[in-house]
């Protein structure tokens, strides 16, 4: 399948990048990875006719934390996760989510700022991302903006982007001490896009007790959710059987998944539940709970 | 621009194109400089068949523009087998019956090419994890782990 005719840009500054995309708007897209705009390009699902690849702009790839936060470059690629020690030691949330990507041939060149920027629901690290209370920074000619991740979903397939704007870092709050996260997904094989899974990330307390709770779902409505209710219902709770069954429950009754290959909605609906649950279990672990 | 010049070096020799904006890299691998050994298999990024190294790392080449490898190595299946001399991964196939239609076998050559310079001795289910994006139809896999086995254990 041979994609529609289109100029291809090769900015080699950030600033050229920004330039490109000012001067041409809406015709304009954004290249990361290419591993969602490609095939859509070649299936004809979608248009463009400038892409901007920013693959070869530098100082877009990096994973560190500083200044209370872990930040990753907007275009990391999701391998950079897989291998990153600090990833690997700190952040399990981030390397289960990296895992469950597409496949390794993919994700040897897809990119995180991709994943968040395409507005896929099904995509994984929205849900993780949420989890953490991430924040995206966007850039364009007119400077740096920071959109707080639960106002980046805006619609399937949108975002709070702006046609000028460039995806140039995420931001996540580097977690309190007795923290701890997991990413849970459900796919019937290898390469699929979730039928659920759940996101969450747990900080407790002194004594025992949920002092924030993070919970992301995937693949569940049109966007990714934040299952705010379950959240809210943890906090100052002990994070015991009872309550994170009930919190579970909360979470799948804030899903609105639709019917298709991957299964029914009373099915998906249920699994959300499933897998909150399962996420949940694991992140108290990781934090140190029990 | 919609026209590109471009240079991209094939298993260590370079070689220089124009191409259109929207060409694949699998295209220019297989239409333009004739290497024929690269598939096609499912043309939407699913099956690996296309599978090559870009600057050293395994990608789905119907899922890259070739104006993307401009300035970069590429190493498709023909550069495995050297004077004659079938590289170990190759024999490996050959021995442990790697393969039977035959479709997907450059991908998955590449795939364990790559997985063997940054892991000499890897695990079954290392192997298994490293050609997950690598769809075979016809052997099952068992195989295909016993080839790269072979291969761990004949290569330096
Ligand atoms: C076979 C297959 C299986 C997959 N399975 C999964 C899966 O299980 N889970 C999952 O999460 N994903 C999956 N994906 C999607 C893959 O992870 C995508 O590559 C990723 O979502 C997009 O990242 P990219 O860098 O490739 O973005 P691109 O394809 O380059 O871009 C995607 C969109 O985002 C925009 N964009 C990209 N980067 C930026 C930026 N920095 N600033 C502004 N806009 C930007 C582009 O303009 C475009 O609209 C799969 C893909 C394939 C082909
Ligand atoms: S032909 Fe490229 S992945 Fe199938
Ligand atoms: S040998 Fe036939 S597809 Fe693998």
Redesign the interface.
Known sequence: ??????????PNTLAEAMALLARYGEAAKV?SG??SL??L???RLGYADH?V?I?RVPGLEYIKEEDGYLKIGGATRE?ALERSDLIRSKYPILLDTALVI?????R??ATVGGNLAHGDPGNDHPATMLALGAEVVATSPKGERTIPIEKFFTGLFTTALKPDEILTAIKVPIPASRSGGAYVKLERK??DLATAATAAQVTLGKNGEVERAGIGLTNAGPTPIKATQAENYLQGKKPDDTAITEAARLAAQATAPTVDRRGSVEYKREMARVLTARALTQAVQWAGGH | MAEHKIRVTVNGTAHEAEVESRLLLVHLIRDVLRFTGTHIGCDTTHCGACTVLLDGEPIKSCTVLAVQADGRQLMTVEGLEKDGQLHPIQEGFWEKHGLQCGYCTPGMMMTAYALLQQNGNPSEDEIRQAISGNLCRCTGYMNIVKSIRYAAEKLP
């Open positions: 399948m041979i994609p529609a005719a289109f100029d291809y840009h090769a290249l290419g591993q490609l095939p390009l070649k299936l892409l690849d693959g391998v597409a496949d390794p041939l993919v040897n060149r290898v390469g």
